[in-house]
């Protein structure tokens, strides 16, 4: 069946509210094994005629029993050429006949399982030198895989294989060559294991000469005229933009410029919501025109971190605003009732990509009057639209330059063209929304977590702390099992998926957040013990390496690294942080030790490919130094606290490490370094008549 036409989000909350105690295992007439699913993403496949099985024994056991091959597809719920696939060729009878006869067909939410996504994504990388979503493996009953691919059309077009072509001959080959599978899949085992052996144990890279090669690949990649990275499709690359800060903070003004001309061009941009807030996933032009409309909690997280970062370094008001508007949407659309925050929106809406955000400039005048003429103007809208006969809202020049060019009063501008914005928010609001996956991840959540909390001192916001506190909470409430063990997500309860290495590691680091941002120190205690729990479950015993899964989860075939950077920074190096952090804020230097040997095996990786490695080339520069500490002593909470803890990230401090004694005594604030403790103060004020007569030892930027 497909649901093009619906509100795709309601057809999923309807399935969710099937009464399922009534059906057959394999789903019944009407349905196949994923209607009992949690996940948004097999949800939208449960009517499909294919008959899927989620990830588990009973797809094992029958592939094992009957000598099939197993067609594995992973993909995602917002995910735009999942659902193409799904629509030309997963809810097609003819293709869902090749299949149920020749195969054991397996759905996998890549969000709910990372562990299954990262091995095979690693697999289709090693074979085609790509990846990406919808992604399309065949593999043994014993789950090795011998051929990968990611979108397929039905049938084969413009050079493309077509998924029935390609279902015939694997079916031919198993039945007929069996050898032939036998050795593909021995080939792709020996070579995962080979990267594995070749990465091994790397001599400690020099830090100087790979920030200098990262810095060098990124000007060689930068679009000196839009912002941004490479060409077309063009990523936002957060974690470029965020490394880049931190070398401003260093007197590198030109990397600073680079950070901050890449987010100025967004948001001027059609991949920024101009209505709502928040970033789209990716541009498909480079010149961020056009979006890809889906978009990802992790994008707005990160991007927050980035702007707040750049507010901070440069006291611009722009980025705060950016920090402000993304925390708006977010809180408005992508926070649950319980306070935890949702994963994702489609790029889709009944049926069509970005329909949701689209504009005819007849519907903009009909909603604005007589104010639709200046919105126009500064919104670039036009009668023949800028994309396929639509518009997509960009501002091509800042507020300031359009009123001096335009002689406007910019006062008056900016409130008309707030007053416009809010009346198109509302209009949009009544048309059919994209989905929203409501999954709550773990990871996701911590990073979220440590966004706001960040962005709340940096912007004097306490609402931003508070509603983080309210997202920590319902997580170390809702997602632990019975024993304690932290999981991975939670859709109407929570899913029983262990969490992994990224869970552990980003929630506990939105927690030290917490505990720096509140100087409470029960979210000390709580960071505490999901790092010890890290260790326990992630850290080999003998050679100290972290792995993705758990000691106590199910395995892959075979172990893959997780350890390069994608739009947030590694699993590996966000353990490596939170270790470095602990060891300071809680007297733990041991803990500096493990954060050492966490990195010590990719030194190769990070010469040869520094750029996929920032994360962790920045906890080693950290690891390089001592830290600031800066102690409260008294009462830390009250409002004259938060305000000396708001002053003090606004000092100009590289390294700043915070914590409290919490011990009964007057508030006050001491800063040591290298064995040197400065006067205590207790003032903002004092605070900054402090920083003014420093001594050159403090690292100011």
């Not at 987010?263 to 480079?286: E, F, K, N, P």
């Not at 970005?354 to 005819?360: E, Q």
């Not at 198109?424 to 991840?441: A, G, H, Q, S, V």
């Amino acid at each position: 069946m497909s649901h093009t036409s619906q509100n795709t989000g309601a057809y999923v909350a309807s399935l969710m509210e099937i009464d399922k105690s009534t059906l057959p295992a394999d789903g019944g007439e009407r349905f196949n094994r994923l209607i009992f699913a949690r996940s948004p993403y097999l949800l939208q496949h449960a009517e499909n005629p294919v008959k899927w099985y989620e990830w588990g024994a009973a797809a094992f056991d029958r592939a094992r029993s009957e000598s099939l091959p197993i067609l594995l597809s992973i993909g995602y719920a917002t995910c735009h050429w999942c659902h193409v696939m799904a629509h030309e060729s997963f809810e097609d009878p003819e293709v869902a006949a090749l299949l149920d006869r020749h195969f054991v067909c397996i759905k996998v939410d890549r969000e709910e399982r990372p562990d299954i996504d990262d091995f095979y994504m690693a697999v289709a990388q090693m074979m085609t030198g790509s990846g990406g979503w919808p992604l399309t493996i065949f593999m043994t009953p014993d789950k090795r895989p011998f051929m990968a691919a990611t979108y397929l059309p039905k049938r084969g077009r413009g050079g493309m294989s077509g998924l029935m072509e390609l279902l015939a001959n694997i079916a031919t080959l198993w039945q007929q060559r069996p050898e032939m599978i036998e050795k593909n899949c021995q080939g792709v085992m020996t070579a995962l294991e080979d990267a594995r052996q070749h990465q091994g144990n790397e001599s400690r890279p020099d830090i100087t000469a790979v920030t200098e090669k990262a810095l060098q690949l990124l000007k060689r990649i930068y679009d000196p005229k839009n912002g941004g990275f490479g060409s077309a499709p063009k990523f936002p690359m957060p974690i470029y933009l965020s490394w880049l800060v931190a070398q401003g903070e260093k007197d590198n003004q030109q990397a600073l410029e680079m950070s901050l001309h890449t987010l100025r061009q967004m948001r001027s941009g059609g991949i920024w919501d101009h209505l709502g807030g928040g970033l789209h996933r990716y541009a498909v032009d480079s010149t961020w025109l056009v979006p890809h409309f889906e978009k990802m909690l992790y994008d707005q997280a990160m991007l927050t971190l980035v702007t707040t970062e750049a507010f901070l370094g440069t006291g611009e008001q722009l980025y705060r605003t950016m920090t402000e508007e993304i925390i708006a949407f977010v809180g408005r659309e992508m926070q649950s009732a319980e306070g935890a925050f949702c994963s994702a929106l489609d790029a889709d809406s009944e049926g069509v990509e970005g329909k949701f955000y689209l504009w005819d400039k007849n519907e903009i005048d009909d909603c604005l009057g007589s104010e639709s003429e200046l919105f126009c103007r500064f919104y670039a809208v036009t009668a023949d639209g800028n994309f396929e006969g639509k518009n997509i809202l960009t501002a091509p020049l800042a507020l300031e330059e359009f009123c001096r060019l335009q002689r406007l009063d910019l006062s008056a501008s900016g409130e008309l063209l707030e007053r416009c914005r809010t009346k198109l928010l509302e209009r949009r609001e009544m048309r059919i929304r994209p989905l929203r996956d409501d999954k709550i991840i773990t990871y996701w959540n911590g990073l979220m977590i440590g966004a706001l909390t960040t962005a709340g001192v940096a912007c004097n916001s306490p609402e931003y702390i508070t509603s983080a506190v309210r997202a920590a909470d319902f997580i170390l409430r809702s997602l632990r099992r019975a024993d304690g063990r932290l999981l991975r997500s939670y859709l109407n309860g929570a899913a029983d998926v262990p969490a992994f290495l990224d869970d552990y590691a980003f929630l506990a680091g939105g927690l030290v957040d917490l505990y720096e941002a509140t100087l409470d120190r029960n979210w000390l205690t709580e960071a505490v013990n999901l790092a010890e729990e890290l260790l326990q479950l992630f850290r080999h015993p003998d050679s100290g390496e972290f792995t993705l899964t758990g000691h106590d989860a199910e395995q892959m075939p075979a172990r893959v690294s997780s350890d390069h950077d994608g739009v947030t920074p590694s699993a590996l190096s966000r353990t490596a942080h939170l270790l470095y952090r602990l060891a300071w804020i809680d007297d733990r230097p041991e803990l500096l030790d493990s954060a050492r040997i966490a990195l010590a095996g990719i030194g190769g990786e990070m010469r040869d490919n520094p750029l996929g490695h920032l994360g962790a080339l920045q906890v080693l520069s950290l690891l390089d130094s001592e830290p600031t500490i800066a102690t409260f002593n008294g009462k830390t909470d009250t409002h004259e606290a938060f305000a000396l803890n708001v002053a003090l990230h606004h000092a100009p401090i590289r390294n700043l490490i915070v914590r409290s004694e919490g011990r009964p005594a007057p508030l006050s604030l001491s800063l040591c370094l290298q064995g040197t403790c400065y006067p205590a103060v207790s003032t903002t004020d004092e605070l900054e008549r402090l920083l003014k007569g420093k001594s050159p030892s403090i690292p100011l930027s």
